[in-house]
């Protein structure tokens, strides 16, 4: 009799083991579809600045394919330099874009467009689609953006780092504190 109370203890210690390990193993929710970040570090030399920013998305479509390039796929990430001016932030980012656009043909004589721009003028970046190995759909990563420049023909400025999803939901920005350019 003493035997089958002991049984019947240990039998309802394991059930109720169980019960609770399932219970903790729910998914993590969240309701936001437009991704967040974070600023991490913004690390300046005098060839680069390198920023890492932390990456939320709730329902899980950061990144893109290898056969995303073109259009609003082309690039997910994106670094605006805004100036210091006359003591205080322009109004307006600094615009690397290079407008030209040359003409050549193929070898099969077609006429080809070809668009002069150069990526890292323009603080353009692609986040890849990463593997999510857990539970839940969301997106929870580090990403590190290395910005190719260091003068940019002004003395004091800021970096302003947004995203973008697989639906095209901007996040928000965030601003790296003042830089100043060393002579």
Do not use: H
């Not at 993590?28 to 967040?36: A, G, K, L, Q, R």
């Not at 615009?95 to 099969?108: E, G, K, L, P, R």
């Amino acid at each position: 009799m003493f035997y089958n109370f002991v049984l019947m203890r240990f039998g309802l210690v394991i059930t109720v083991c169980i019960i609770v390990l399932l219970g903790s193993c729910k998914k993590e929710t969240c309701d936001e579809i437009v991704p967040v970040i974070s600023l991490t570090s913004a690390d300046r030399t005098a060839t680069n600045t390198i920023i890492k920013i932390q990456v939320r998305d709730c329902n899980g479509d950061i990144g893109l394919n290898d056969e995303d390039t073109s259009g609003r796929d082309r690039y997910n990430a994106f670094v605006d330099i805004r100036p210091f001016v006359n003591g205080e932030w322009s109004a307006e980012v600094a615009n690397y874009v290079d407008s030209t656009v040359i003409t050549t043909f193929d070898d099969n004589n077609v006429f080809v467009p070809v668009d002069t721009i150069y990526d890292t003028l323009n603080f353009y970046y692609r986040i890849p689609i990463v593997e999510n190995n857990s539970i839940s759909d969301i997106y929870d990563a580090e990403v590190e953006l290395n910005v190719i420049a260091s003068d940019f023909g002004f003395d004091t400025f800021r970096m302003e780092v947004k995203i973008r999803d697989q639906a095209f939901n901007s996040s928000n920005t965030v601003l790296t504190k003042q830089m100043i350019v060393q002579p």
